[in-house]
């Protein structure tokens, strides 16, 4: 059973930093894809950051520069780095993975980031 299990959710001001982690479990096969979308109220989940096998990242157009997304393939895990956070940032945040030749998409639960202004 492939789990994901995010943390470092919370609620900070503008201006501040979080550090989202992620951890997969559960699963004998590679990795391909593993990154981070999140939902805020009424809106639809978005991309935030992903990072391929290779390494290369993508980033959504309005985190650039402020937030970095790291792997650790050893560890399968994943993390995200956010400063210069704004309340617009505010949303609940998922970790998502593809993984194995089959590139099955697995969902973790969320972690509510709540910016104050």
């Known amino acids: 059973q492939v789990q994901l299990v995010e943390s470092g959710g919370g609620l900070v001001q503008a201006g501040g930093s979080l550090r989202l982690s992620c951890v997969v479990s559960g699963s004998r096969f590679t990795i391909n894809v593993i990154g981070w979308y999140r939902q805020a109220p009424g809106k639809q989940r978005e991309l935030v950051a992903t990072?391929?096998?290779?390494?290369?990242?993508v980033y959504a157009d309005s985190v650039k520069g402020r937030f970095t997304i790291s792997r650790d393939n050893a560890k399968n895990t994943v993390s995200l780095q956010m400063n210069s956070l704004k309340p617009e940032d505010t949303a609940v945040y998922f970790c998502?993975?593809?993984?194995?030749?089959?590139?099955?998409?697995?969902w973790g639960q969320g972690t509510q980031v709540t910016v104050s202004s």
């Open positions: 990072i391929l096998s290779g390494g290369s990242t």
């Open positions: 998502r993975a593809v993984i194995g030749l089959a590139r099955t998409t697995y």
